[in-house]
Every structure is written in structure tokens, then in C-alpha cells.
């Protein structure tokens, strides 16, 4: 998985565009829409076609935002949309018409496989998710099944015969904590800005965020300070962190602003196009959108830390 990616060769932003699909012209959702129907067709299922999701006779209903942003983003162009749409389709299937693995997986090897993501409220329902955790304005903490083809979000009713909420949470914190790092990169530029990438295949990259201070150990060899990290987690596969030490977390802030806001636009999995500041396990939202474009919001006590930083920075030249 690439850092920044390419953009393929593809209809211009002045063509006409789709109305549930912005990153699509209406060419494009068109041939986008005729694939999926194609591809369930092929895994002998006729469906309904509709703006942002396809229907059977059953009334089962699949949704194509994931997809949709899976193929925009594939740099291959519209020419593997069609192996993309099968290969999904195939996968949604067999999750769906299978037997579910909560009743043919023992409890331990549930927990074993148990855990915690990081989503925006956007997807959430409060009447099934009542056990959701708050991780931050319009974030929250769920408990997901990991499974080899897909990642299974569990509710208040699936979670109940497991046992205690809050020792499944720790199990699969620690789960969290025992993944390894799939890749990193380095992001820096002449104005002093400088911040460190996770990224990965992993559906959890992005929720290590919950166990901050041990992928920083992992990729530094260090602790994170008093003073905390600024964090960004634009969508599953991305974790970035600048650990504050210095006054080079604010060039690192604005440009970690821009690379959150980047990254989630158009991305399957988007959580958040903002940057936070870290502290002890809690996250403060420091960067916003208006119609002007980005802004950096700090409160009080994040003022206080800058000022310091830079009367230490003042002493020690």
C-alpha cells in the first residue's frame, strides 16, 4: 500500500458527475453500476440496481460506497473495476449466505479474534451499538470479529453471550497491542515539519490510535511524553503521529492537517479528516473545515503547551 497515490487516467472534474458518487462522472457510476450488476449476475444472483446500492428479490440489500470508493482509488483505472466488483460480490455472498461464525467458532477462539475499531458515527446505529464507546467528537469504539474474508462489527445482542463488555474490551486491546507493524514511512519537508505514517492492510491500522504508546515503541523505540502526540487517522489503513518534544510539532500540526484531510476524501473506510492531539489516551480535535478551507482550533490548555514549547525553544539557542 502506497503512501500518496496516483490518480489513474480518468474523466476530468469539468464532465459531468455522479449524484451519489461525486468522485465518479456519470459515465464512469454508469459502468461502475453495469460491472456490479454483472459481477452478482456471474455468482448466479439477479439484482436491482440502484444509485448508491443493489437489492435481490429476497430484499437483502448491499451497499456500494465501500466499493465504489475501492475502485476510485485503484490506480489500475476503470479496466479492473470488473475483477473488483466479482471479487467483492463473491466475498459479500459467501459472508451473507454461510452460517454466521458466531455460532460455529468456540467463545474462545471469538475473543481470540475480537478487536476494537475505530469508526465514524456516520455508519452507527445507537439502538444495536448501545455499548459503543466515544473516542473523540463523531468517533467511536466497537468490537469487530476478524475474520479471513471479512471483518464482522458486533452488536449488543451478538456480544451478550460472550461475557463482560469491558473484559472483552481489554481482550481485544491487547489483541490490538500484539499486531505487528506492516509498514511506515517518514513525512517531512524544508519548513521542519516532520511526522511518522503506520499503514498497512490490516482493517485495524487505523484503530491502533487505541494503543497509541505501543506502536510508538514499536517504530521509535520510545515513549511518548507528558506532552503527548499529535495523531490523524483518515481511514483504515493509515495511522499518523508526530510525538510532541519540541516546536517542530507546528509545522508538523498544519501538515498533518492537510495529509488527514487529504486522505480522507474519496477513501473506502474513512474515519476522519482531522488532526488530534493524544494525551493519556484521550484525543482533542485540533484541526477543522469551513468554507475557507482548514483551520487549526486549540483550546486552552493546547495554547499553553505551544507557548511553552517555544519559550524552551528560546532558551536553548
Known amino acids: 500500500m502506497r503512501l500518496f497515490r496516483r490518480g489513474p487516467k480518468r474523466d476530468g472534474r469539468d464532465t459531468p458527475r455522479d449524484p451519489a458518487f461525486s468522485f465518479f462522472s456519470v459515465h464512469e457510476a454508469a459502468l461502475f453500476r453495469r460491472q ?21 428479490s429476497a430484499g ?25 466488483a466479482r471479487r467483492h460480490a463473491g466475498m459479500v ?24 475499531r475505530v469508526i465514524s458515527e456516520d455508519g452507527l446505529d445507537p439502538q444495536t451499538f448501545g455499548y459503543a464507546r466515544s473516542v473523540a467528537p463523531g468517533l467511536y469504539e466497537v468490537l469487530a470479529l476478524d475474520l479471513p474474508e471479512s471483518v464482522m462489527m458486533l452488536t449488543d445482542e451478538a456480544l451478550e453471550p460472550l461475557g463482560d463488555i469491558q473484559q472483552l474490551r481489554d481482550r481485544a486491546l491487547g489483541n490490538l ?22 499503514l498497512g492492510d490490516s482493517f485495524y491500522t487505523a484503530s491502533r490510535v487505541l494503543a497509541l504508546d505501543t506502536v510508538v515503541r514499536q517504530v521509535t523505540g520510545q515513549r511518548i511524553p507528558p506532552e503527548g502526540a499529535l495523531v490523524a487517522m483518515p481511514f483504515r489503513h493509515q495511522l499518523a ?10 509545522p508538523s500540526l498544519n501538515a498533518m492537517a492537510s495529509f488527514a484531510a487529504s486522505g480522507y476524501e474519496d477513501t473506502p473506510g474513512a474515519i476522519s479528516p482531522y488532526v488530534y492531539w493524544w494525551r493519556g489516551g484521550t484525543l482533542t480535535q485540533l484541526s477543522d473545515e469551513d468554507e475557507d478551507g482548514l483551520r487549526i482550533v486549540v483550546g486552552e490548555e493546547f495554547q499553553e503547551l505551544l507557548e511553552r514549547l517555544v519559550e524552551e525553544g528560546r532558551s536553548g539557542s
Not at 497491542?177 to 521542519?192: A, F, H, I, N, Q
Request: a negative charge.
Open 36 to 56: 456490479v450488476r454483472e459481477a452478482f449476475a456471474e455468482h448466479g444472483l439477479e439484482v436491482t440496481v440502484y444509485a448508491d446500492m443493489v437489492t435481490d
Open 60 to 84: 437483502r440489500q448491499f451497499g456500494l460506497g465501500n466499493l465504489a470508493a475501492v475502485c476510485h482509488n485503484d490506480d489500475r483505472g476503470p479496466r479492473v473495476w470488473g475483477d473488483l
Open 93 to 116: 455472498l459467501r459472508t451473507m449466505d454461510g452460517p454466521s461464525a458466531l455460532d460455529t467458532l468456540p467463545p474462545e477462539q471469538i475473543r481470540a479474534q475480537l478487536y476494537p
Open 177 to 198: 497491542r500484539d499486531l505487528p507493524v506492516e509498514g511506515r514511512e517518514t513525512v517531512k519537508d524544508s519548513g521542519g515539519s516532520r511526522f511518522e505514517v503506520v
Open 241 to 250: 503521529f508526530h510525538v510532541i518534544r519540541d516546536t517542530t510539532m507546528i
